[in-house]
């Protein structure tokens, strides 16, 4: 099929984020035997050696490009300014330019080509509601992507707490990606209780999720069954960089430890809250056939 096309474009972004990167890396291997003319391969990911060598069978080194820090470095500005123009939890600093020039300044000191980041830094700086408080942010950010994330898990209210364990576990491991509305069910499920659903424990609103672990997780948007149907909302983790936090050593040994997550465990609490969740709703109950149909 690609030969009878004139061209054929593969763009594969963020091979270091693949969870089943050996497989993918074999894959390329063996479309790189098929030597077409017509087809082309652009691949970003970060400097992993497991990946640099299986490139290095079949990519020259004239066609391996390494991002220039200063180019990134330009494109971190251009998306703080962005930021600090656009987001609405920030605007409110436009009006003083020497406020706005401070805050640039602070974060392209500190960001050391890490977008992931900025950003974070940027969420929690829109949090500030006086030059008080926004100043002593700016003199206290995070050094590392690693205590951002902690100081993010440690500022979650002991109220959420629970809540936000249950969204992050969910959020790491689950087989597909989950819509809002099924993530604020997800989180009334516990199987210590005789009955492990609370429907009382259910989010109201579905995207009280995104207030709950902050810069941690985000919204898209997904079509749902078919092309042509409604989109639904989908919750995420916000950066690969999450996952990888939070099921690292490194957590265990921060502050915010009770949120490290550990695979294997994860998985088999997945599957009994999915268990328990459907003997909850077994025999007959009193559903309209449309929540029943969400039930399933």
């Known amino acids: 099929m690609i030969q009878e096309l004139p061209h ?40 992993e050696r497991d990946i640099e060598s299986s490139l290095e069978v079949f ?75 926004l100043r002593k942010s700016l003199a ?19 109220e959420d707490s629970q809540y936000a364990i249950r969204i992050l576990q969910w959020l790491a491991f689950s087989a597909r990606p989950l819509s809002a509305d099924e993530v604020a069910e997800a989180i009334a499920i516990d199987i210590g209780r005789e009955s492990a659903f609370d429907s009382e424990e259910v989010l109201e ?14 919204l898209t948007t997904a079509q749902r069954d078919s092309p042509s149907g409604p989109t639904k909302k989908v919750l995420a983790l916000a950066h690969y960089s999450v996952k990888e936090y939070i099921v690292s050593d490194r ?24 268990l328990g969740y459907l003997l909850h709703f077994r025999g007959p109950r009193l559903l309209s056939e449309e929540t029943r149909q969400i039930r399933i």
């Open 205 to 218: 609103d579905p995207l009280e999720a995104l207030n709950i672990c902050s810069s941690l997780v985000s």
């Open 8 to 47: 054929v474009y593969i763009l594969l972004d963020a091979l270091d984020e693949c969870d089943e990167r050996t497989k993918l890396m074999d894959m390329l291997e063996s479309i790189a035997t098929w030597q077409l003319q017509n087809l082309h391969v652009l691949l970003t990911s970060r400097r």
């Open 140 to 158: 206290t950010l995070p050094p590392t992507l690693d205590k951002t994330y902690e100081r993010i898990l440690c500022a979650i209210s002991q």
């Open 251 to 274: 957590i265990q040994q921060g502050l915010a430890a009770r949120y490290g997550i550990q695979e294997d465990f994860s998985q088999e609490i997945l599957a009994q809250k999915c």
């Open 59 to 133: 990519v020259d080194g004239q066609n391996s490009i390494c991002l220039d820090s200063k180019l990134v470095d330009e494109d971190i500005q251009r998306y703080v300014r962005q930021r600090l123009s656009d987001d609405r939890s920030l605007k409110k600093w436009q009006k003083d330019p020497a406020v706005v020039q401070e805050i640039e300044n602070t974060l392209m000191k500190g960001a050391h080509g890490m977008f992931r980041w900025a950003a974070c830094q940027l969420d929690t700086l829109g949090k500030c509601r006086n030059r008080a408080t």
